[in-house]
């Protein structure tokens, strides 16, 4: 049973273009959920998070934002550039569990 | 800062040996620490979480077990390794009991067994 669902496998936007990924998820449980990036052959490095009391977070070109009533969270990149290229993998956290729940990743490109 | 180191980087092993990762944590005391699976097209499947020296959770049935002889060292073994072990190991860590709290990943260990 999979939580946490990144539907689009894929994602190819123009540099300077605004990149949207979305999630959802199932488990009305999770009150904590964080984006990360991965490059190939490295580790996830941590870009953002929103708790649910919140509908809106954002840091510079990232912003998240979620819609609990929907289940979806969404990231958006603004404007997006070559270097952002890499594949988003949305994580989600259950009360304090410490133990984050991820979804299959999207791969964004970003073109020049 | 805290850093997170895994080694090796990468590891080919053959069928039936055995297998040890290794990851370090500086910078930090009394840490969450973490071990994932990242198999081909696969999200990241969490296999075991440590909360403190000897303490350990197995998230998934599996070949593999983990053991955290000191508090910023997580080892992640096998006696014989299958070739459904495959995959990219990943480290990470948390602030220990602080709720909700990022989790920071080390390079990771690209496994192959053939």
């Known amino acids: 049973d999979q939580q946490v669902k990144q539907n689009s496998p894929s994602l190819s936007v123009q540099e300077g273009r605004i990149s949207i990924l979305n999630c959802d998820y199932t488990?009305?449980?999770?009150?904590?959920f964080l984006w990360y990036k991965k490059y190939p052959a490295e580790g996830p490095t941590f870009l953002i998070s929103?708790?649910?009391?919140?509908d809106k977070n954002e840091d510079g070109r990232f912003t998240v934002f979620l819609n609990k009533s929907a289940k979806h969270l969404s990231l958006h990149i603004v404007p997006s550039q070559p270097g952002d290229s890499a594949v988003y993998f949305c994580?989600?956290?259950?009360?304090?569990?410490?133990?984050?729940?991820f979804g299959k990743g999207t791969k964004l490109t970003v073109n020049p | 800062s805290q850093t997170i180191h895994q080694w090796p980087a990468t590891l080919v092993q053959p069928v039936g040996s055995p297998l040890s990762l290794e990851c370090t944590v500086e910078?930090?005391?009394?840490?969450?620490l973490y071990w994932y699976r990242q198999a081909a097209g696969r999200g990241l499947q969490l296999l075991f979480y440590?909360?403190?020296?000897?303490?350990i959770s197995s998230e998934v049935p599996q070949n593999l077990s983990a053991s955290r002889p000191q508090d910023r060292q997580f080892i992640l073994s096998s006696k014989k390794l299958l070739l459904s072990d495959s995959g990219f190991y990943l480290c990470?860590?948390?602030?220990?009991?602080?709720?909700?709290?990022?989790?920071?990943f080390g390079p990771g260990t690209r496994l192959t067994v053939t």
């Open positions: 488990n009305s449980m999770f009150d904590y």
């Open positions: 990470a860590w948390s602030v220990g009991g602080a709720g909700s709290s990022e989790q920071y």
């Open positions: 440590s909360v403190g020296i000897g303490q």
């Open positions: 929103i708790s649910s009391i919140k």
């Open positions: 994580a989600a956290e259950k009360g304090g569990s410490e133990k984050l729940v």
């Open positions: 910078g930090t005391s009394n840490p969450n």
